[in-house]
């Protein structure tokens, strides 16, 4: 049961980084969701410029152990999505970037989705 707890984090926490990243695709055709983005996509941010830990690695470790398994150190990124992005490990440098994409695509999908959204109010 732990290990399956665990698991379900881990799907959790990529779902959470994919919105982070992409949500504001949601917000050009659903701007209600920008009440949801923006927080999840400062949140994601803010843990890559500052180096701190998602509570949701923790809490994947603790039912980790609890299940008998071994837990990992670092975080989330670090653990499963390192190998995709950097082959090597994961710099303070690389978070910043890592921060910085995240701002700058949203940068991109808001600016698109206000433009849509003017759009259809001028009409």
């Not at 698991?7 to 980084?17: G, R, S």
């Not at 999840?40 to 008998?68: I, K």
């Amino acid at each position: 049961m732990y290990s399956l707890i665990a698991d379900a984090l881990v799907v959790a926490h990529f779902l959470f980084i994919v919105f982070v990243v992409g949500g504001g695709l949601l917000v050009i055709y659903w701007p209600r969701a920008a009440w949801l983005h923006l927080p999840a996509a400062a949140w994601g941010a803010m843990v890559e410029f500052t180096g701190w830990f998602c509570p949701l690695t923790p809490l994947e470790n603790y039912f980790r152990n609890l299940a008998g398994e071994a837990s990992y150190s670092g975080d989330f990124v670090a653990q499963y999505l390192l190998f995709l992005i950097y082959p090597e490990n994961l710099t303070r440098e690389a978070q910043f970037v890592l921060g910085f994409f995240v701002v700058f695509i949203n940068i991109v999908l808001y600016f698109i989705a206000v433009k849509k959204h003017r759009r259809a109010c001028a009409k």
